[in-house]
């Protein structure tokens, strides 16, 4: 599952949270044996204060 890395913070209540998980950047996370559940990846990046996406370099 592809998940988006972002500076943006947030406060949530710790009652909000459902479980772990391990966010890889696509290179590492193309290489990983054995995909589980928690396991995300990211390819894009979002910076909130100049409202702008980098992409991680990914050949599709």
């Given at each position: 599952m592809e998940d988006?890395?972002?500076n943006h913070f947030?406060?949530?209540s710790a009652d909000t949270i459902e479980g772990k998980?391990?966010?890889h950047i696509i290179k590492s996370y193309t290489?990983?044996?054995d995909i589980g559940n928690e396991d995300f990846f990211c390819c894009f990046d979002f910076?909130?204060?100049?409202g702008a996406f980098n992409l991680d370099g990914?050949?599709?």
């Open positions: 988006l890395l972002s947030d406060v949530q998980c391990i966010v290489k990983l044996d910076n909130s204060v100049i990914v050949i599709v």
